[in-house]
């Protein structure tokens, strides 16, 4: 009986990897079969060993480097101006008022579409990519803070009441609480968009010459497709490492939400 | 510290849809004395409560504070009354014995002072060991000890309950209304116990306030001489089941009265 247990539970634990296995030996072999020009779809076998050289050579660490520094440059702006918003508003009817006027209007533009105009005023530099980044993730971050204090439960908010807490105890010690889940949620939010607009802003408008995005299109526009897929393997374990990072931050400051399990 | 509600008005809603949730309730709960109010769903129990509470303001009417020796000299709203929610309301990103010294924390007392009021009061309803835990760890049972305790830590003189029993299953429910009888012999609070429950009325109560269905008036109160302490063995009391038919029969039309409105409620929309 134990053995059959530690048998299904072994299977089911090395499914996933042994999916992945099979889909790379899969592919390596059809490549190798059909005879395909690396050019197109090149092996999993040179795709490493192209990535190995550019970690070993010290241009991953640079890209990747550059990428994250901007990645959370833009995303700390955005958190910092978008808390602080959102808190304003739920503490003010008029902030609110007002605000809420220019979420509406300026949050369903896309924001890629301000790229040009942004290189026009700030020209090509860092400054145009964080600020990209940071306006993009600023408005659910904003959104989710407001929100979260606006639901904050009346319930909870009487009992303080209550129990003794004037308003200024309750706007601190009951609404603040209650909202972080939110928050949390719309940094999850303004994380995700920071990578994409990051990578994008990268790729396009080229006086950077650096970053993970500048990697791929360089090595896009070279043909170097092998050189294409190593950046995108490593922009995915990047995005995953961060989105593990932030669940575990989540937890650490929200213990008291259920999370799924993953 | 004796309560009374003279003419206390509640109506919900805008123009069109007004909702008259008590009509002109007056009564007078006396003081150490444990008042039961009984009745159907929506007869505005709850709305009463928290009005006397300081926490929902009457439309019309008055509630006032009495304190018996001092004669008539009135009190603020909320300072002395505390209340144990229906929904319980804990602070679910605090632990248990954060949650319990809530009140006190607010007030401004030390940490170590509050922390060791707070253990005495874990320890009498039964939950030392659980300081720590968060609210979603724990039990229907536990977490309503624990409101149980974060009220009355705040050693208040009047204690509002909604309803704090319905969600607990039958013998988590005994055990709790034990405890709550404990609590009153030793503490001699007074009591405003909100329920549905004819035989928890009888049981824990000096009193029974029958209310009618909305909009909510008193139907009729019922006196509960039962000798306290009180224990469960006494519901198969010949006294006790009289109270009980005289209670149902006053509540029976009104419960039928409250689901004809809902099912009102639900064909209107």
Wanted: proline share 4%.
């Amino acid at each position: 009986m134990n053995g059959k247990q530690g048998t299904a539970k072994f299977a089911e634990a090395a499914l996933p990897t042994l999916s992945v296995v099979i889909f790379l030996m899969a592919w390596e072999v059809f490549v190798r079969w059909r005879g395909i020009a690396p050019i197109f779809l090149p092996a999993p076998s040179s795709i490493s060993f192209y990535l190995w050289r550019m970690i070993a050579d010290g241009t991953m660490e640079y890209h990747l480097g550059v990428t994250l520094l901007r990645i959370f440059a833009g995303f700390f702006i955005a958190a910092a101006t978008g808390i602080a918003l959102g808190l304003l508003m739920g503490m003010s009817r008029i902030v609110a008022r007002v605000a809420d006027v220019w979420i509406a209007a300026l949050y369903p533009l896309p924001k890629i579409s301000l790229i040009p105009l942004l290189i026009i005023w700030l020209g090509t530099g860092e400054a145009y990519r964080i600020v990209i980044s940071a306006i993009t993730a600023f408005f659910p971050i904003v959104i989710s803070t407001y929100s979260g204090i606006r639901q904050a439960d009346q319930g909870l908010m009487k009992a303080a009441k209550d129990l003794g807490a004037n308003t200024r105890q309750i706007q601190l010690k009951v609404v603040i609480p209650a909202a972080m889940p939110s928050i949390l949620s719309g940094l999850q939010l303004g994380m995700g968009v920071t990578i994409i607009l990051i990578v994008a802003a990268e790729m396009i408008g080229g006086s950077s010459q650096s970053g993970m995005g500048y990697l791929l299109i360089n090595s896009g526009q070279v043909m170097e497709t092998e050189k294409v897929f190593a950046s995108l393997v490593v922009l995915a374990v990047m995005g995953a490492v961060i989105i593990k990072l932030q669940q575990w931050g989540d937890r650490k400051i929200a213990p008291w939400v259920a999370h799924d399990d993953r | 510290m004796d309560v009374v509600v003279e003419d206390v008005t509640q109506i919900w809603g805008g123009e069109r849809t007004q909702v008259v949730a008590l009509d002109r309730f007056s009564h007078r709960f006396p003081s150490d004395r444990f008042s039961c109010l009984l009745g159907p769903s929506g007869c505005g129990k709850s709305t009463l409560v928290q009005i006397v509470g300081g926490l929902e303001q009457a439309t019309s009417g008055r509630v006032r504070i009495q304190d018996p020796q001092k004669g008539d000299s009135q009190r603020p709203l909320g300072a002395d009354s505390v209340m144990v929610w229906q929904n319980l309301n804990l602070f679910p990103w605090r632990n248990v014995i954060d949650n319990v010294a809530f009140g006190l924390e607010m007030r401004g007392v030390a940490r170590n002072e509050r922390y060791e009021r707070a253990n005495v009061l874990l320890g009498s309803v039964g939950l030392r060991g659980f300081e720590r835990h968060l609210p979603g760890q724990l039990s229907g049972g536990m977490r309503q000890r624990v409101a149980l305790a974060r009220a009355l830590i705040m050693e208040r003189p009047i204690l509002l309950m909604d309803e704090p029993f319905a969600a607990l299953d039958a013998q988590t429910k005994i055990v709790m209304q034990e405890e709550l009888l404990r609590i009153f012999d030793q503490t001699h609070k007074t009591v405003v116990f909100v329920t549905h429950a004819i035989e928890e009325a009888i049981l824990l109560g000096d009193e029974v306030i029958v209310m009618t269905a909305r909009p909510g008036r008193i139907k009729e109160v019922i006196p509960v001489n039962l000798p306290r302490p009180r224990s469960l063995e006494m519901i198969n009391t010949l006294e006790f089941g009289a109270l009980f038919d005289r209670a149902f029969h006053l509540i029976r039309e009104e419960v039928t009265a409250a689901m004809a409105q809902q099912a009102e409620m639900v064909a209107g929309h």
